[in-house]
């Protein structure tokens, strides 16, 4: 069973950045799909970035330039670099891993992941 534990959220002044880690467990990352989500208060879960096996990388247009993830597999943790945070980036931030995607294009789709993290939650201050 594949574990995710997030950390590193907190509060920021806009213009700040933090840095997200996700930890894994019960599988090598290596063999994973990997993604961060957020859902910001009153709103759905949004797709945030992914990062492939393979290494390539997809972003919301809204993160777009600002917002980097990836991966050491050799620890087993992804990151999710956030610089010159807004404060409509407000949210609690999920990691989440699939095994592989049915389809290429399904890596911005929650549905695509069988495994989350608990969140952690990124404030951030006008």
């Known amino acids: 069973q594949v574990q995710l534990v997030e950390s590193g959220g907190g509060l920021v002044q806009a213009g700040g950045s933090l840095r997200l880690s996700c930890v894994v467990s019960g599988r090598t990352l290596g063999t994973l799909e990997m993604g961060w989500f957020r859902q910001g208060p009153g709103k759905e879960r949004e797709f945030v970035a992914a990062?492939?096996?393979?290494?390539?990388?997809n972003y919301a247009g809204s993160v777009q330039g600002r917002l980097t993830i990836s991966r050491d597999n050799a620890k087993n943790i992804v990151y999710l670099q956030m610089n010159s945070l807004k404060p409509e980036d407000t949210a609690v931030y999920y990691c989440?891993?699939?095994?592989?995607?049915?389809?290429?294009?399904?890596?911005?789709?929650?549905?695509?992941?069988?495994?989350w993290g608990q969140g952690t939650q990124v404030t951030v201050s006008s």
């Open positions: 990062i492939r096996r393979s290494g390539v990388k």
């Open positions: 989440a891993a699939a095994g592989f995607y049915y389809d290429s294009h399904d890596y911005d789709k929650s549905s695509s992941y069988p495994y």
